[in-house]
């Protein structure tokens, strides 16, 4: 790992992202992902994928494979079901938390078609899943593959940047799903038009507007799906324009190279 020094901000736009586009899936891709490549865009920090996935009901994702990534899922609408080769299955919505830890290798689905389930009473609904999903790199190779869920959405309604996954000692004790690498947070505010948040002081930060608006001090307004890459800067504030929703990763390393 090895750090920059020269501080800066890079503002990337939603419409400038790569897209994936089948008959049941819109998904874009801040970073280099599956066919799309490009080699100066394939990471920032250890934050290796961020997309943006629509899901239409009773379609999804079938068994895959991963290995070697912590990968953490957020739904911001809809419910999404997921199954694993470690014996885990249940539905992530809205205020869960989800993390999977590759490892030396999991397979796992997910589908937006909760009503599937054994035991369900959900009706079948026609209501599509969104979800943002985010791979980072672990301290360490070929570990055990693990699973951790948690509800946040009580810490969220609070207001303010709540840690929502990390390997951080200054986060042992919060509500904070656990991720394999110790220099590295997740943090999600829910903002009312007016908030404002100031963001973490950190080597890299990656700010994502998931919904709405919101003002970012020194750079102007940021629209839904547009980001943010910080480096070795941070401590700006976050203004909502309107309620909005944000994701901000917090890390003190990056990939080598």
């Known amino acids: 790992m090895t750090a920059l020094t020269t501080p800066h901000v890079d503002i990337h736009r939603a419409g400038d992202r790569l897209e994936t586009r089948v008959s049941w899936l819109d998904s874009r891709h801040s970073f280099s992902f ?5 080699p100066d865009n394939t990471h920032h920090g250890v934050l290796m994928v961020n997309n943006d996935d629509i899901v239409a009901p009773g379609q999804g994702f079938d068994t895959h494979p991963h290995r070697d990534m912590e990968i953490v899922t957020w739904v911001l609408r809809g419910s999404l079901v997921h199954q694993d080769s470690i014996g885990h299955s249940g539905v992530i919505y809205p205020g869960l938390a989800q993390r999977m830890s590759a490892g030396t290798g999991i397979l796992h689905s997910e589908k937006n078609d909760s009503w599937r389930l054994a035991g369900s009473p959900s009706p079948e609904h026609a209501e599509p899943v969104r979800f943002i999903q985010m791979w980072v790199l672990p301290d360490e190779s070929s570990v055990t593959p693990g699973y951790e869920q948690l509800e946040i959405d009580d810490e969220l309604m609070r207001g303010g ?9 200054k986060h042992r004790g919060q509500s904070a799903i656990s991720i394999a690498n110790s220099d590295t947070a997740l943090y999600v ?11 973490p002081e950190s080597p890299y930060l990656h700010l994502f507007v998931a919904e709405g608006e919101v003002t970012l001090e020194g750079a102007g307004r940021l629209a839904e799906g547009d980001a943010a890459r910080f480096t070795a800067t941070g401590g700006q504030r976050l203004s909502a324009d309107a309620p909005a929703e944000v994701l901000v990763w917090e890390m003190h390393t990056r990939l080598g190279g």
Not at 34 to 38: C, K, L, S, T
Not at 161 to 169: D, F, K, Q, T
Not at 189 to 199: E, F, H, K, S, W
């Open 34 to 38: 599956g066919q799309h490549y490009d």
């Open 161 to 169: 940047l709540v840690p929502v996954a990390s390997g951080m000692r």
């Open 189 to 199: 505010a829910r903002m009312r038009a007016g908030d404002t948040v100031t963001l």
